[in-house]
């Protein structure tokens, strides 16, 4: 009994100690050694699960034909019905279409990065040695992905929109201007929620929801879908969904310059 | 010491799983299991290597998943005389409790659903656990 606690406490004290000089920096030459050929399997693993979920989505995309032809009959018959205001909303299109490809400031500097892992955050296969630092902001396009949480050697830790409550402040932008306010928060199972919205802001389903200047401003994350009904609460609720799958990426870029 | 050797290969393909893409922490599952078929030295040496190999893999800070790991074992070494075949609901509450703890040290919020999932393998896999400890030959295992 005694020698099982002595293992226990000294791997236990070996882990705090391991803890203690990780975090104040003195691991990361021989972390950033250990880290190399990992990041490298990781990346080839990871490439491995994007390709194969694009093969099943090739598979699985035959069984789906039919009701992929019945919705769209539909949306067919639905065009007819509303081709008297097709005028209106193609100069709605296009205003929105301007909005969401709206240049990047020139002065932004960019760098390339690998996605080779995500599970709970995203993990980059750049690091502090590429001159990423911790709170960078990282896009797609001109999408926000997230915000860098944690920099190692030779790879980082990004915080996505989609993590548990988190909390970003936003604007909610439309052809009609800038709208609102709202805190962006996330519930589990990857659902974007727009909250602190005051009850008289005017928010419409199709606004586009961007970053406010407390962080990288007008970078964009989603679009509002649903603004949920809660007519006797102080604040207004709607349900996002974002511009880019997650899921899907390969490559992002870290701004790391402004 | 030799199972210990032979679940090597099997940690660090995990941890590279779960560094990836795999939501779901096998390698806690993995812990937990031999900590009830082998408690003592080995299951020690095992959430120590894990959670190393997982920090590596996933980016977090070093010796944060060891240390864990390290507790959760040895909680169960401590418990190991009370898991008995009545009440398995005890062994449950401790994975369900685990995975919800340590979602939460590591990566800052409570998630319920990986660790209602790992309830059901450690349920499931009671058979093959009492298996492992009958063909060891030792104290029988008491879920």
């Given at each position: 009994m005694k020698k099982e606690f002595f293992w226990f406490?000294?791997?236990?004290?070996?882990?705090?100690?391991?803890?203690?000089?990780?975090?104040?920096?003195?691991?990361?030459?021989?972390?950033?050694?250990?880290?190399?050929?990992?990041?490298?399997?990781?990346?080839?693993?990871?490439?491995?699960?994007?390709?194969?979920?694009?093969?099943?989505?090739?598979?699985?995309?035959?069984?789906?034909?039919?009701?992929?032809?019945?919705?769209?009959?539909?949306?067919?018959?639905q065009l007819a019905v509303d081709g008297n205001q097709l005028a209106s909303c193609l100069e709605e299109n296009e205003r929105m279409r301007k909005l969401l490809?709206?240049?990047?400031?020139?002065?932004?500097?960019?760098?390339?990065a690998k996605v080779v892992g995500l599970s709970g955050q995203m993990r980059l296969d750049k690091g502090e040695k590429d001159g990423v630092k911790q709170g960078m902001m990282v896009v797609s396009e001109n999408i926000l992905v997230g915000r860098v949480d944690s920099v190692e050697a030779h790879s980082c830790l990004v915080t996505l929109p989609i993590t548990p409550n988190i909390?970003?402040?936003?604007?909610?932008?439309?052809?009609?201007?800038?709208?609102?306010?709202g805190i962006l928060t996330s519930l589990p199972g990857q659902k974007l929620i727009l909250d602190k919205v005051?009850?008289?802001?005017?928010?419409?389903?199709?606004?586009?929801?961007?970053?406010?200047a407390d962080w990288l401003?007008?970078?964009?994350?989603?679009?509002?879908?649903?603004?949920?009904?809660?007519?006797?609460?102080?604040?207004?609720?709607?349900?996002?969904?974002?511009?880019?799958?997650?899921?899907s990426l390969s490559v992002v870029f870290v701004v790391i310059k402004s | 010491m030799k199972n210990f050797l032979i679940l090597l290969p099997v940690t660090l393909v995990l941890a590279l799983l779960q560094g990836t893409f795999l939501s779901l922490n096998?390698?806690?599952?993995?812990?937990?299991?031999?900590?009830?078929?082998?408690?003592?030295?080995?299951?020690?040496?095992?959430?120590?290597?894990?959670?190393?190999?997982?920090d590596l893999a996933s980016g977090t800070p070093l010796g944060l998943s060891s240390f864990l790991f390290l507790i959760f074992s040895f909680v169960l070494f401590l418990y190991r005389r009370r898991l008995d075949p009545s009440r398995p609901f005890l062994l449950l509450f401790f994975v369900f409790f685990?995975?919800?703890?340590?979602?939460?040290?590591?990566?800052?919020?409570?998630?319920?659903?990986?660790?209602?999932?790992?309830?059901?393998?450690?349920?499931?896999?009671?058979?093959?656990?009492?298996?492992?400890?009958d063909f060891k030959g030792g104290v029988r295992l008491k879920i």
């Open positions: 406490l000294l791997l236990g004290f070996l882990s705090l100690l391991m803890f203690y000089f990780d975090r104040r920096g003195w691991l990361k030459t021989v972390r950033g050694w250990l880290e190399r050929p990992v990041l490298g399997i990781e990346e080839k693993i990871y490439g491995f699960k994007l390709s194969a979920v694009k093969e099943l989505d090739f598979f699985t995309s035959g069984q789906k034909q039919e009701e992929q032809i019945l919705k769209l009959e539909g949306k067919l018959r490809g709206a240049p990047l400031p020139p002065s932004w500097k960019f760098l390339p909390k970003i402040p936003v604007v909610v932008k439309s052809d009609r201007g800038v709208q609102a306010k005051l009850q008289q802001e005017d928010i419409q389903s199709g606004d586009l929801v961007v970053t406010s401003p007008d970078l964009v994350i989603g679009q509002i879908e649903e603004v949920l009904p809660e007519t006797a609460a102080i604040y207004r609720k709607a349900r996002l969904s974002p511009l880019v799958d997650y899921q | 096998l390698l806690l599952l993995l812990v937990i299991l031999v900590a009830l078929v082998n408690p003592g030295k080995v299951s020690a040496f095992l959430a120590f290597w894990s959670g190393f190999l997982l685990f995975a919800m703890f340590f979602n939460r040290i590591v990566y800052h919020h409570w998630n319920w659903l990986p660790g209602l999932v790992l309830v059901v393998l450690v349920y499931a896999a009671r058979p093959l656990m009492k298996y492992f400890q």
